[in-house]
């Protein structure tokens, strides 16, 4: 009962920040001087072309009355129309969407699985050389961004030695038989392991800058909790029992050492999906941080406001599973 | 031979001088029960850890044999070594309230070691914790068994941990002041279990405990530690009749008698606390020059 | 214990003195910029495009980092980029430091609707994409410096705000500032004299950083060619450029983004190193 009505404050929370990010995303980029309108259109239109069109996306209005409408809308599951392409908002942002929630996913678990690796064999080998050796590595990790490790990565991987493909979401050439958007999802339940390997080839440099730093965030955590752990009573019990070092680390200690890296990771989670708009710019991947982009630049206003709502919605509702989760997994909150 | 016969152990922190252990002798026949009594920093804790090898890894063993069984634990390979203690030996420990690992429930922490060591079928395991639960007097075992830690008291904690101890039938228990973190009325009903799960199992078990009180309730014979040297070993009936050793009759002195819980104690005088510390240091002196 | 308590504080002095040396360096660099730099930094020959660094076969002498495609010398580029890339830093993270500081002391020390306003402000700011919202507003404000450095004392002020607050509201529960309350000070009197210098080395540390932050963000933005003019020459406009032509002329790529990934590095290690400093238990 209790955690249903903290459920619902959630929610509750969670829709007032929504609704402000809608407000301010929609009343900054109205604030540009110029009109959009006129931008994009051929040199030749004449006033009345822009005028016409002006009134079509309900730019003549005052910004009060162009949101209202707006909001009018979007209870309807309209998002406006692009300028640029002249298609439903909605649609050109959830086509998009699949792309950039399959790198972002891509990019967590390698991030969990490097993170893990480097926890797990500093804890074993915990007051060596080896673990000094992971420390240095964790911070130098930690204070570079992903846009220099995209970098990085672009120069020892795509022109040093290249290996990986650098540019792009599948190589074009490539026929693709595809129904949704979601191609590395899709080619494995097609077994085409053709495609799939080229689409890992693709976007598994960018998603390897996304996780460097977040794969150090939960090396360090992990490895700290592990390191507290391995000193307890049960973890020395398990010991007399006849267990090897792996198995009391990975059975007796990391089950209890995981909880407060699992909340750290939901909050730098939503980070790493804000990363993906610069690197997915880096790494010329089709997705929607690249879209993003070119809304900017384009002025395209419906579709910059679509776009940055759906970031803030995966935002909300990202750590909305991280709380629930953890209610979950902890079993004195379960059965408490 | 002796089930367990600890020969000339040292051990000193790891990189210094400084020395933990000075050439242990102690010997534990089968089915004995032997207490290990000191002041704290006695070093009688670090015996009982040496020998389960869960010493903290700032200790190291310079030299002496643990044999148990016949075998010298130390000469065995690690893994080996392992396997040797978990199949032979147990531990009943200090703090309840730690030593269960509160994300797995009650049933797999006492029978892990039967069906991944031991090898036992994981349903014979099942049967052999729901028995031996019922021995310690634990109602409702089956439902125990689901429970995680936090839903039980430190008293039922302790009496599954000591369930679990003797649960792969070991021919030696470690306990380890299994007593200290209870409050007095639970003690005494825990340590009467435990002798009485020692007399049923025949088990050989090593008390460690500061508390010259409970030894003469449990145990048939004794060390005493001062120093990380054992200043004396003889039997409970001698020890409290005629301590040969004069640390031993001032500790003695300085423990309260259940016959007498309020008769005036005397602390351990500073003339025995010094010729014990020249003994030690006479100890130190002949290792350096032999 | 004793001595890995001075091993640690070894390295910490390691940390400090090679990441504020190289920053030191790079001040000195930036301010000798115009006696440095060999070339002009917007100076464009065509003749001379995609000259290899010095050391590289085909290299022209004085031209000793190459050349990028329209004949500019790179390393004259970078020394004038990190004036740039320094002005940034300082500014904007003075700036986002004394705004999101204040509002952070505010809401965690006098709570109430303050607070709840802040924090509910804090919310929604976390919930936009940073990169995003950047962008978003250079193309708002159109390019130039002041932009760059309005955008990120707009995005970044939280940064302060949050953790400012949470530290104000371990301060304020204590009981010295409850004595001070007793003595009959001034609420606002006692936020700076009582609460504030015991912020201040939390404070120092997010400066730090911050300022690795804002060389990144004016990095990025001229990345994504929103940042000043494109004449103008700085390290994320080089990149840039450095990431189109990477196949024919990598070292267009590679200084400035060795230089930029040792400075964000340095200020990073320097707020970390920082930290450690000001740690209680290791003092």
């Known amino acids: 009962m209790q955690l249903f009505r903290a459920f619902l404050l959630r929610l509750f929370t969670t829709a007032i920040t929504l609704s402000g990010v809608a407000v301010i995303v929609f009343f900054v980029i109205r604030v540009v001087p110029g009109n959009p309108i006129a931008m994009m259109l051929p040199p030749g239109a004449t006033e009345a072309d822009v005028a016409r069109l002006t009134a079509r996306y309900g730019f003549d209005k005052s910004i009060p009355e162009q949101f209202l409408i707006w909001l009018q809308g979007v209870v309807q599951g309209d998002f406006g129309t692009s300028i640029t392409s002249n298609q439903p908002v909605l649609g050109l942002v959830l086509g998009r969407l699949p792309a950039t929630l399959e790198l972002s996913i891509m990019a967590l678990v390698i991030a969990v699985f490097i993170g893990g690796f480097i926890a797990l064999t500093g804890t074993r080998n915990r007051g060596t050389s080896v673990e000094a050796a992971i420390d240095v590595g964790n911070g130098m990790a930690l204070s570079v961004p992903d846009f220099l490790w995209g970098l990085v990565l672009i120069l020892l991987f795509g022109v040093l030695w290249p290996v990986f493909h650098i540019s792009g979401r599948v190589t074009p050439s490539l026929d693709l038989p595809f129904t949704t958007n979601f191609y590395l999802f899709e080619s494995v339940l097609r077994l085409r392991f053709d495609l799939w390997a080229d689409i890992v080839s693709h976007m598994f440099m960018p998603a390897l800058a996304l996780a460097i730093p977040l794969a150090a965030i939960i090396g360090q955590l992990l490895k700290q909790s592990l390191k507290e752990t391995m000193h307890l009573d049960y973890v020395t019990l398990a010991r007399t029992k006849g267990y090897g070092e792996n198995h009391v680390i990975l059975r007796e200690a990391l089950p209890n050492a995981i909880l407060p890296t699992l909340t750290l990771v939901g909050v730098q989670f939503t980070f790493l999906i804000g990363g993906t708009v610069i690197i997915e710019r880096l790494f010329s991947y089709e997705g929607l941080g690249n879209m993003a982009i070119d809304a900017v630049i384009n002025r395209d206003l419906p579709l910059i406001q679509g776009i940055v709502i759906l970031f803030a919605a995966i935002f909300t509702a990202v750590n909305l599973i991280v709380d629930l989760s953890y209610a979950f997994l902890n079993p004195r909150l379960r059965h408490g | ?290 | 214990m004793a001595d890995g308590r001075s091993q640690i504080r070894r390295r910490v002095g390691l940390k400090l003195w090679l990441s504020g040396g190289w920053i030191a360096f790079l001040v000195m660099a930036a301010l000798c910029a115009p006696w440095l730099a060999p070339h002009d930094p917007l100076a464009q020959d065509l003749f001379l495009g995609r000259l290899p660094p010095a050391w590289v076969q085909g290299a022209e002498p004085g031209f000793y980092l190459g050349t990028d495609s329209l004949g500019r010398d790179v390393l004259s580029r970078i020394l004038y980029g990190a004036r740039l890339a320094l002005i940034v830093a300082l500014v904007a993270g003075s700036l986002t430091c004394l705004i999101g500081a204040t509002l952070g002391l505010m809401a965690g020390f006098l709570r109430g609707w303050v607070d709840v306003v802040i924090s509910r402000a804090i919310d929604i700011w976390m919930a936009f994409p940073p990169v995003l919202f950047s962008i978003l507003l250079i193309a708002v404000m159109g390019p130039g410096l002041t932009s760059i450095i309005l955008a990120i004392v707009v995005i970044d002020w939280t940064r302060f705000a949050r953790v400012v607050r949470a530290e104000a509201m371990a301060q304020g529960a204590m009981d010295y500032v409850a004595s001070a309350q007793v003595a009959g000070r001034r609420r606002i009197s006692t936020m700076f004299t009582e609460i504030l210098p015991n912020v201040l080395p939390t404070i120092v540390v997010l400066l730090t950083l911050e300022m690795g932050i804002a060389v990144i963000v004016e990095a990025i933005l001229s990345f994504v060619n929103l940042s000043i003019s494109t004449d103008d020459p700085t390290w994320g406009g080089m990149i840039a450029e450095g990431r189109t032509s990477i196949h024919q002329a990598w070292w267009v790529l590679v200084f400035p983004l060795v230089t930029l990934f040792l400075t964000v590095l340095s200020f990073s290690q320097l707020g970390e190193g920082l930290k450690d400093r000001f740690d209680p238990v290791l003092r």
């Open chain 2, 1 to 290: 031979m002796s089930f367990l016969a600890i020969k000339g152990l040292s051990a000193r922190l790891r990189d210094t001088s400084f020395p933990i252990l000075r050439d242990v002798f102690l010997s534990v026949e089968a089915g004995e029960v032997h207490g290990l009594v000191g002041e704290s920093g006695a070093g009688k804790s670090m015996i009982g850890k040496a020998l389960l090898g869960i010493l903290p890894t700032s200790i190291e063993i310079t030299h002496g044999t643990i044999e148990l069984d016949g075998v010298d634990l130390l000469r065995l390979p690690p893994a080996e070594r392992r396997r040797r203690i978990g199949a032979t030996a147990a531990l009943i420990p200090q703090d309840p309230l730690t030593a269960l690992n509160p994300s797995r429930r009650i049933g797999p922490q006492i029978t892990d070691r039967l069906v991944d060591i031991l090898g036992w079928a994981r349903s014979t395991a099942e049967a052999r914790a729901r028995e031996l639960l019922d021995e310690v007097h634990i109602p409702d075992p089956v439902r125990v068994m689901r429970s995680y830690p936090h839903e039980l008291s430190g008293g039922m904690r302790q009496r599954i941990l000591i369930a679990s101890a003797f649960a792969a039938e070991p021919k030696l228990i470690v306990a380890d002041e299994p007593t200290t973190a209870l409050d007095v009325t639970v003690q005494k009903q825990i340590l009467k279990l435990i002798a009485e799960m020692q007399a049923r199992h025949g088990t050989a078990l090593l008390f460690v405990t500061h508390d010259l009180g409970v030894v003469s309730k449990v145990c048939q014979s004794l060390s005493v530690l001062y120093g990380g040297m054992v200043v004396e070993r003889t039997t409970v009936r001698d020890f409290f009749r005629e301590p040969a050793h004069s640390y031993s009759r001032a500790l003695l002195a300085a423990t309260p008698k259940y016959t007498d819980p309020l008769a005036s104690l005397t602390p351990v005088p500073e003339t025995v606390i010094a010729a014990v510390q020249a003994e030690v240091a006479a100890h130190d002196r002949s290792q350096r020059n032999g």
